[in-house]
């Protein structure tokens, strides 16, 4: 069965370097998305992305954060300038219509030192 | 803004029980439903989606319903398992342009034990 796949799952970096987190979305996905959550708390949307372009963000993806599908297939987050803060498990996701079904892939969880 | 409950925040019962899982939100405009299971330090993985218009979807031992009018869902876990032993997650969709977005409540930890 098709499924959403990212790497690292794991990373570790210092604070103030930029990081790059990689999705490969469900092939016949076209609706994209990047959430996350801090340890202990709700799951939190970060971005929307559809026909090459953002549909949403929330209040959290300020200018450090970027998103872009480069290559048809993969679909990446990257935070310029990491903070404490930004230490989290996110989880990218794929849906074939923004109505329907979004699937999760195992997500990255990124720590800040 | 969308507000999802998931109250209790963890739930113990004695394998075999039949049990119910609550799901509350404040904004009836959704467009669906969904229901993850996580597992602790793992993703998402999805149980059941409701459109809008459904009031009930059912998949093996699990039944959700919706009552968008009064912002409830139920899962409803028939002859819980150990192997059912995980964090329960409601999340609302709403359209949001071209896209949608989901609200997630903080979920149910659910323990069965043997």
């Known amino acids: 069965e098709p499924e959403v796949t990212q790497t690292p799952s794991h990373q570790v970096t210092q604070m103030g370097q930029e990081v790059i987190l990689r999705c490969v979305p469900i092939?016949?996905?076209?609706?994209f998305y990047w959430y996350r959550q801090i340890l202990g708390q709700k799951v939190e949307f970060l971005v929307s992305?559809?026909?090459?372009?953002?549909?949403?963000k929330s209040e959290i993806f300020d200018d450090q954060f970027s998103v872009e599908r480069p290559d048809g297939s993969n679909f990446t987050l990257k935070i310029r300038s990491t903070k404490l803060e930004d230490s989290a498990m996110y989880f990218c996701?794929?849906?074939?219509?923004?109505?329907?079904?979004?699937?999760f892939g195992p997500g990255t969880r990124l720590t800040v030192t | 803004k969308q507000e999802v409950t998931q109250i209790p925040a963890a739930l113990s019962v004695p394998e075999g029980e039949n049990l119910v899982l609550n799901c509350s939100f404040t904004?009836?405009?959704?467009?669906?439903l969904q229901w993850f299971r996580q597992d602790p330090g793992k993703g998402l993985t999805s149980l059941l989606l409701i459109q809008s218009s459904q009031r009930e979807q059912t998949s093996g031992r699990l039944n959700a319903s919706l009552d968008k009018s009064s912002g409830r869902s139920t899962l409803y876990i028939a002859a819980s398992q150990p192997g059912d032993s995980a964090t329960y997650l409601c999340?609302?969709?709403?359209?949001?342009?071209?896209?949608?977005?989901?609200?997630f409540g903080k979920g149910i930890t659910l323990s069965v034990r043997p």
């Open positions: 992305f559809y026909n090459n372009e953002i549909s949403e």
């Open positions: 904004d009836s405009a959704i467009y669906n």
């Open positions: 999340a609302v969709s709403v359209y949001t342009g071209a896209n949608s977005k989901l609200t």
């Open positions: 092939s016949n996905h076209l609706y």
């Open positions: 996701a794929s849906a074939i219509d923004r109505g329907l079904e979004q699937y």
